[in-house]
């Protein structure tokens, strides 16, 4: 195990199983469909690219990067697109594919923009659901895995972009980021936060 990280949260195996899982899922649930899965970069990556060889559909890739994490472990409130799709989705289902769901700030930003470009269909997909009190709520369709209020890193996750490519969901050792980010340094809004 590296050396920052205190427990393995979610080990490979468990991983994978909940990915082929997903993935037959999806498979069941979009047949006939013009489906298109949206990565979010750069996390969803290695979640992405194991759950795509798993659905047995055709289907098209893109991926957009939206960022609101920084170098801290407390999202800033502020989300910033770094790079769009590259074609219209007013005739595709469109699935979005995501790491994990923390305050809710991210995904909620990402339907509200998207949804403004009339998708045949729009749903969500993530590995990770923590379970905490969000900002923003938004509808779930699949979920992997429900975690504490823990701050994770490991297949495709990261801390100041370090440890994406942990194979297994492990807990970060506070040690690491103790000092760096604390909650009152955050951007989000009282409003927000009530
Ligand atoms: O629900 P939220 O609190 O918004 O957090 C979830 C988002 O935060 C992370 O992205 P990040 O901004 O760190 O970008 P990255 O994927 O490039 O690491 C993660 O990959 C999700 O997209
Ligand atoms: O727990 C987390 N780990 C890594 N990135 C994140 N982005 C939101 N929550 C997390
Ligand atoms: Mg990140």
Known sequence: MHEDIDEIMISEEQVRAKVQELGEQITRDYQGKNLLLLGTL??????????ARTIEL?????????ASYGNTTQSSGV???????EGPIDQKHVLIIEDIIDSGLTLHYL????RQRNPLSLRICTLLNKERTRLKQAEVSYVGFSIPDKFVVGYGLDYAQR???LPYIGIL?????EGVARPEET??????KA
Do not use: C, Q, T
Request: aromatic fraction near 10%; avoid cysteine.
């Open 42 to 51: 750069k996390g969803a990556v290695p979640f992405i690219a194991d759950l």
């Open 58 to 66: 055709p289907l098209e890739v893109d991926y957009m990067a939206v």
């Open 79 to 85: 989300v910033r697109i770094i790079k769009d799709l």
């Open 111 to 114: 339907v509200d923009l998207l």
């Open 163 to 165: 440890y994406r490519n």
């Open 173 to 177: 050792k506070p040690s690491v980021y």
């Open 187 to 192: 951007h989000i809004s009282p409003a927000e």
